[in-house]
């Protein structure tokens, strides 16, 4: 579960995020929908503790996401019920991220960069690594580099390195990016299977038709806050 209260976030005289409140729930696909540059990948990343919020504070399964930090930003939370049952962290704990353009080594192999990934959390092997890429149509015995991949490989890649660490939570930005109709569905189908284990999902995107066939519930993000969309 992700429970986000009072979140604001402001770059000099810009407010990107404003007084948001929301909660997703565990086994359930959510949608952010909104044009380029209103506040989807901002409130993305402060989920994930990437950015600290101005005001406000994310609650990630349990875990104060920004720990010290959090708490200075809110010092209500010092004696309050809150942290009587939620432990805190920098980054949010047990969550598959896909974030703007995938960043992978040009060139190196696909599970190469898997492998260094998880070398970096210790939270995935290489059989897993390779279950990840079969997952998303990718082979792992395929020496071509990065470099010489399309644009569709690179993000089914992003979405390997995404799930490779079976996360409790997937936040995905413009997920469908690049993909041709049977990847999509193929994704499509997948997120449905996340989402009966009990997965928090999120998808983002600046169109409501790439993502509203998955979600089951669609917010559209306006201003710096968040409206609930029609599905």
Do not use: W
């Not at 047990?94 to 190196?108: A, H, K, Q």
């Not at 995935?124 to 279950?131: E, G, I, L, P, V």
């Not at 470099?147 to 939570?169: K, N």
């Amino acid at each position: 579960m992700i429970q986000i209260r009072n979140l604001s976030k402001v770059y000099g005289h810009k407010t990107v995020i404003r007084d948001v409140t929301l909660c997703f729930e565990e086994g359930h696909i959510y949608g952010l929908v909104g044009p380029n540059g209103c506040g989807k990948t901002t409130l993305m990343r402060c989920i994930c503790g990437f950015t600290q919020p101005t005001s406000g504070y994310v609650i990630v399964n349990g875990c104060l996401i920004g720990g010290k930090r959090a708490l200075k930003r809110n010092s209500e939370l010092k004696n309050s019920a809150v942290l009587s049952y939620h432990t805190m962290a920098d980054f949010a704990p047990s969550t598959g991220v896909i974030i703007e353009t995938p960043g992978f080594l040009p060139g190196e192999s696909g599970l190469k960069n898997l492998m260094l990934l998880a070398g970096m959390s210790g939270k995935a092997d290489q059989a897993a690594a390779r279950r990840a890429m079969e997952t998303m149509g990718l082979d792992p015995d395929e020496k071509k580099p990065v470099s010489q991949y399309s644009l569709g490989m690179r993000q089914r890649l992003g979405f390997a390195q995404a799930i490779m660490e079976d996360p409790d939570v997937l936040i995905l930005d413009e997920p469908f990016n690049a993909m041709d109709r049977e990847s999509m569905a193929e994704t499509h189908e997948l997120l449905q299977g996340f989402r009966k284990e009990g997965k928090t999902i999120i998808l983002a995107s600046h169109s409501a038709a790439d993502i509203e066939k998955a979600c089951d519930v669609i917010y559209e993000m306006k201003d710096g806050g968040l409206m609930l969309g029609g599905l």
